[in-house]
């Protein structure tokens, strides 16, 4: 039997937020150490019948990125209902949502911009 591991590593300040996040994986196709801004995992808790997460993300993670992370993660969802359980019901209110709360960050960057001009 294979194995495979995935590792996540995550330096914090003294008052325990997240600095710096590190991973690698056994499959990882980079050598060495990643960094990233941000990481959500989800697991099922098959005995309770929940989902158990955890969502960490860098001090310097800009609200934007954060935003868009989770847009992206949600479109990640949309795909995996669709060819998980064959719901393209679900799998279409999911995109149709990304892609509304996408239109609303992208104009909230665009406020920004104009403001900050």
């Known amino acids: 039997m294979r194995q495979s ?3 996540f590593t ?3 300040d003294n ?3 997240p600095d710096k996040i590190y991973w690698d994986a056994t499959d990882n196709p980079n050598e060495g150490l990643n960094d990233t801004k941000g990481v ?10 929940n989902t158990l997460k955890i ?3 860098t001090k310097d993670m800009e609200v934007g990125d954060m935003k868009r992370f989770m ?6 969802i949309a795909s995996t209902v669709r060819t998980a359980t064959n719901d393209a019901a679900m ?5 149709n949502l990304c892609r509304t709360l996408s239109k609303r960050v992208e104009a909230e960057f665009r406020a920004e911009n104009q403001a900050g001009k």
Do not use: F, Q, R
Not at 40 to 49: E, G, L, Q, R, T
């Open 71 to 76: 847009i992206e993660i949600m479109g990640g």
């Open 40 to 49: 959500s995992i989800a697991v099922w808790d098959h005995y309770h019948h």
């Open 10 to 12: 995550v330096e914090l």
């Open 55 to 57: 969502d960490l993300w």
């Open 91 to 95: 799998a279409d209110d999911i995109d």
């Open 15 to 17: 008052d325990n937020v």
């Open 5 to 7: 591991e995935i590792n």
